[in-house]
């Protein structure tokens, strides 16, 4: 799988723009992609955004950054010389739409699929399993990717935000979920939690 982690210049594909890309081949963790791009000219942005991932208008605006549609083409390269090419990171639909909008605008010949791996799913089961609360708020899920990090042992996704970090952060992560063990070097002073990987007694179902 591809872990991958985009910043952008608000929430919604249609409107807004890819400014960097970040991702990690999980079955070979030492091939790492990293790109910035200006946005595509007319891209909206929301302050918010670039608040979060630092970025300013001067920079996502700058003639001499790679286009968006260089930064995908050489993101679909990338990818190409991967055996398993499924989309992964944390709230993955928000990344993959925003690639697949990027592909579409630039008339790239690319499928990035429908089907996508998501951290949050994957941490949220191990929890379940674990017979540790999940985080709600009303009365739905709340497990943000911090919540995720902590729960395997690791420090927040340091501020501002940055696409390749992420997407380490949230390999890192993958790795432990799935094999109870680090992946990184630069993860290793951060131990597993005790008791990680015990399952726990399955609670009883009412059937009926």
Not at 78 to 102: K, M, P, V
Request: aromatic share 10%.
């Amino acid at each position: 799988m591809i872990v991958v982690d985009v910043e952008t210049t608000g929430i919604n594909p249609v409107y807004h723009a890819i400014v960097s890309i970040g991702a990690v081949d999980f079955s070979v963790p030492r091939r790492r992609f990293y790109r910035e791009c200006r946005m595509w000219d007319g891209a909206h942005v929301q302050p918010g955004a670039l608040a979060v991932n630092g970025f300013t208008h001067e920079q996502i605006t700058d003639p001499a950054k790679l286009s968006a549609e260089q930064a995908i083409a050489e993101f679909i390269a990338f990818c190409q010389e991967s055996d398993d090419r499924t989309i992964a990171g944390h709230n993955t639909a928000f990344d993959r739409d925003f690639l697949q909008a990027a592909v579409d605008r630039h008339s790239i010949d690319w499928r990035f699929g429908n089907r996508v791996l998501d951290l949050h799913s994957f941490c949220w089961m191990h929890m379940a399993r674990a017979g540790v609360p999940r985080p709600q708020k009303g009365v739905r899920s709340a497990l943000s990717l911090n919540a995720v990090l902590k729960y395997c042992g690791l420090p927040e996704e340091p501020h501002p935000h940055h696409g390749l970090t992420g997407a380490l952060m949230e390999a890192e992560a993958f790795h432990r979920l799935m094999y109870h063990a680090p992946l990184f070097d630069e993860f290793k002073a951060h131990p597993i939690p005790d008791g990680f990987g015990v399952p726990p007694v399955p609670p009883q179902h009412q059937l009926f």
